[in-house]
């Protein structure tokens, strides 16, 4: 995998309390859920996604207070872009800066895919989540997925061209 010039960006205010309030731009849609206890797998097919990352979080005791957060992405769903474990990521820092709480970027990506599994039910991989938070602008990711390792190999001969091509071709699941 590699990095690619599209992103998902969340903005957000911590709360005092455990309540998550999401808005998504695209879906146009407001969800809010509450992170002191179980995480209802409820809701629209997009909340599943930050509702499984609050909930793995929450498990690990890395989070207790919630947020007011704006979410928008760019990157295409169902394209085969990684968006959902964009999301997921994205969803994770926004709520671990919430509770000035980290995490490395290892474990991190593994409790997004753990998310997209438990939550919206996809039997993902690992290949999304590990590009979408080790990525580095200009390189490719080497990913290992029998040991994890990783390394970020650079992109900078002048004669290399890569070519993302969206077929709009949707995933089934």
Known sequence: PMAIDRSTVIVFRPRTDGIVRLHSASADQHVEFAIDRTVAKEGPAWALYPKG?????????????????????????GGGL???????????????????????????????????????????????????????????LLLDCRDRSTRHVPLDDPNLRVVISNTNVKQQG
């Open 53 to 77: 990352v609050a909930e793995i979080l929450r498990q690990k005791k890395l989070i207790n207070h919630g947020m007011d957060a704006l979410v928008d992405s760019d990157v295409p769903i």
């Open 82 to 140: 990684s968006s959902s474990a964009s999301f997921e990521v994205a969803t994770a820092l926004a709520l671990l800066a919430a509770n000035n709480a980290e995490m490395n970027r290892v474990d991190l990506a593994l409790a997004c895919q753990w998310a997209e599994h438990h939550y919206p039910g996809m039997p993902c991989g690992i290949m999304d989540q590990f590009i979408s938070a080790l990525g580095q602008k200009g390189h490719a």
